[in-house]
């Protein structure tokens, strides 16, 4: 299960009293008054701090689930007029044809007792929620995105902005002027509930097999940090989502919670903000770059391959481009994916295709992949392509990754415009890697021509967790086999 907040800097309605307002709504009787616990820095009246010293094991604040929004006010179709009439309107066959994100149930509602005021029971939150989330990227304009030229995200930005608006496209064909809230306001509250929302295996009065997401009034504030300060978990004896710290806590400090171990461009998309540090830590890691990978010129029997990758595409239209996400370890998120894919460009078609019947290829993934390396020579042309694709991303770039390590250390830059250098650097150092695994690690040994030589490249790369298995397994097993019968 997951959490997401929101950290970069935002801007919070005009209520002087607004905090001491939700600190009291929040507070159902069980626990520490949260107005004896937590209070704003006078700097930025934002950031959560320390009311006094808090010891570890303390329990730092407790929501009551009647205080979380969630899913409860809304699907047993009582209390949210909006969510009863779009249910309405899109009919028996629509709730069966009609893809909804969840978030968009959420959103509507949200939407709705943000209007209505007030008269809504969530007003001291809605109140004191920010009004803007110009930090989120679908958000970003033209003056964003120059500082992200060469760079995956930008599509990634686009597409994020592009499916809420087709959300809210849908909620306006159902609902019509009956839908008191513009695109605007949708996009305020998606991003509100990408950056904030909870989630959970079940909450009284919410039965779903995949989990329950809510939002949590207050207990939303408290900023990221790695190793977590304070641990959240629903007390179902209690009833409230309970705030346990970790570790002792003074007075003034600020107080953190942990989203979760997730890469910069993650951070970035659904919270708004990147985590400066080591950009090359690997276990979990922080950096990652997002891909394409089209039908290279030099595919062999590119007609078939071709039909192949369209017949198997997810997008529509279907797409030569095949997108792969790399971190800096061939273990995680994509890596071996590219090499499997890349095989199958590059074997001949008749093997591709016996391949399929025995099941080491996999016709209808998509796009088609081949985990088992056919030759030395098709392992070759897999590596060489793999670092054609690298040196081309990395080309696309504006800036040098030396350049971008040269503004950070400088340091001035506004908050938004230091996240996305930070971003992009960090892409940079993920290109940087591979570039130096496959040029430096993998070729040696696929160009090995005796078996002593093969030996010792074994051994120069022995120790380095999955890169060295891979290696291993994979390379010297198919050289050394290749080197025994002279073949190569």
Known sequence: FYVAMFWAPLVWSAQPDGFTLLREWTYGGYGPDPSSVLELTDADRRTVVAARDIAVNDLVLAVPVENLMSPRYFKNRTESAWYRLFWDALGEEGRMLTYVHPDTWMALYMMEQRWLGEASRWHEYLSYLPQSFDEMPVFYGDQQFKWLVGSGFVGRAKHARASLSEQYDMLKEHLGDQLHATLEDFLWARSAISSRVFGWQSLPGVESEDG?????????????????????????????????????????????????????????????????????????????VRIK??????????????????????????????????????????????????RFVYADYSTVKARF???????????????????????????????????????????????????????????????????????????????????DDVMPVLHASTLEELETREKEIKGRGPESQYIAVRVVSLVRVALDKTEL
């Open 212 to 288: 329950v997401q809510f939002m949590v009034p207050l207990g939303d504030m408290f900023n990221h940090r790695s190793p977590k300060q304070i641990e959240w978990v629903f007390n179902a004896s209690s009833g409230h989502l309970e705030y346990i710290a970790q570790e002792n806590i003074t007075k003034g400090d600020e107080l953190t919670i942990s989203y979760g171990a997730k890469c910069n461009s993650k951070y970035l998309l659904h919270y708004g903000f990147t985590v400066s540090g080591v950009s090359e830590r690997r276990n979990p890691p922080l950096s990652s």
């Open 293 to 342: 990978f089209g039908l290279p010129l030099d595919a062999v029997d590119p007609t078939e391959k071709k039909a192949l990758i369209l017949g198997s595409s997810m997008d529509d239209p279907p797409s030569l481009e095949a997108e792969f996400d790399l971190t800096m370890s061939i273990g995680r998120l994509d890596g071996q994916d590219v090499f499997s894919y890349l």
């Open 357 to 439: 019947k025995n099941g080491s290829c996999k016709k209808y993934s998509s796009p088609p992949k081949c985990g088992t390396p056919f030759s030395v020579s098709n392992e070759k042309a897999t590596v060489a392509g793999f670092l054609e694709v690298l040196d081309a991303a990395e080309e696309r770039y504006e800036t040098t990754l030396e350049r971008d390590n040269e503004l950070l250390a400088t340091g001035g830059l506004p908050v938004w415009q230091k996240d996305l250098v930070i971003l992009r650097r960090d892409e940079k150092v993920v290109l940087r890697w591979w570039r130096h695994f496959l040029k």
